[in-house]
């Protein structure tokens, strides 16, 4: 790609929102699925370049804080997953109706991120293998202070209970990162849903948004890879 391709505000149409990352899932799927939810008119500039070559690229962006993901539209420009989440809820008014609700998607979003880091511990470990993928899920030998994955598919269960959405029973973004991590788990390890009915049903109807059913079930939507090609599970389907 030229690096025309990654030139910031200034040589961007007014209306059109930039958001840029690997080209992975990785971190910034929520945010794909908020732009998709919200019918905003956005450019998905996913980078082809080795990390060496952006690291001495991004610098020249013009972000206060270079990194990846990036996003910029006519209020802001901006870098760091969770921010860019945050302001697409914002926007969209997803973020929460009480100070109560906000802190709730707020300590969502981090369980989110301890969840994903987790599950990225293993994924990109080295010496992976089947063994250690079983003990990751049965949450035994160097896994086990964290527990089984059905222990966190339970606590993400008890707080849905009989609601269709996590945050004061109203979508917000939170539901957009839990769809992510829950999407990104049951393809990895499969299997890990079969007892949560109730995770099931949010899976469903959040596929089925405006916007979002559309993006899943179209062309530029890819399940993998989830991971960037370092990882040793997630980066290609059948690896």
């Known amino acids: 790609?030229?690096?025309?391709?990654?030139?910031?505000?200034?040589?961007?149409?007014?209306?059109?929102?930039?958001i840029g990352y690997w080209d992975i899932r990785g971190l910034v799927e929520p945010a794909r699925l908020l732009l998709e939810y919200g019918g905003i008119n956005y450019e998905d500039r996913r980078i082809q370049m080795t990390k060496e070559k952006w690291l001495s690229y991004k610098h020249g962006l013009g972000y206060d804080f270079p990194n990846l993901p990036?996003?910029?539209d006519d209020e802001v420009k901006?870098?760091?997953?969770?921010?860019?989440?945050?302001?697409?809820?914002?926007?969209?008014?997803?973020?929460?109706?009480?100070i109560a609700g906000k802190a709730e998607i707020d300590m969502l979003l981090d369980v989110v991120?301890?969840?994903?880091?987790?599950?990225?511990?293993?994924?990109?470990?080295?010496d992976f293998s089947d063994k250690i993928k079983a003990?990751?899920?049965?949450?035994?030998?160097?896994?086990?202070?964290?527990?089984?994955?059905?222990?966190?598919?339970?606590?993400?269960?008890?707080?849905l209970g009989g609601?269709?959405?996590?945050v004061e029973n109203k979508l917000s973004i939170a539901d957009f990162a839990i769809w992510e991590l829950i999407d990104?788990?049951?393809?990895?390890?499969?299997?890990?849903?079969?007892?949560f009915e109730g995770l099931q049903g949010f899976m469903d109807r959040f596929s089925q948004l405006k916007g979002v059913g559309d993006y899943l079930n179209g062309p530029r939507y890819r399940?993998?890879?989830?991971?960037?090609?370092?990882?040793k599970y997630g980066y290609l389907k059948n690896q």
């Open 135 to 159: 003990e990751w899920i049965a949450g035994e030998g160097a896994f086990a202070m964290w527990g089984p994955l059905s222990s966190r598919m339970a606590g993400l269960q008890n707080k």
């Open 113 to 126: 991120a301890d969840f994903t880091s987790m599950m990225t511990g293993v994924c990109y470990r080295q």
């Open 184 to 195: 990104t788990t049951r393809i990895l390890f499969e299997g890990c849903m079969d007892n």
């Open 163 to 166: 609601n269709d959405w996590f």
């Open 78 to 98: 901006i870098t760091q997953s969770k921010a860019i989440i945050r302001h697409l809820g914002r926007k969209l008014d997803l973020y929460g109706n009480t």
């Open 223 to 231: 399940p993998f890879p989830i991971w960037s090609v370092r990882a």
């Open 70 to 72: 990036f996003y910029q």
């Open 1 to 18: 790609m030229s690096s025309e391709l990654y030139l910031a505000k200034d040589n961007m149409a007014s209306n059109v929102a930039v």
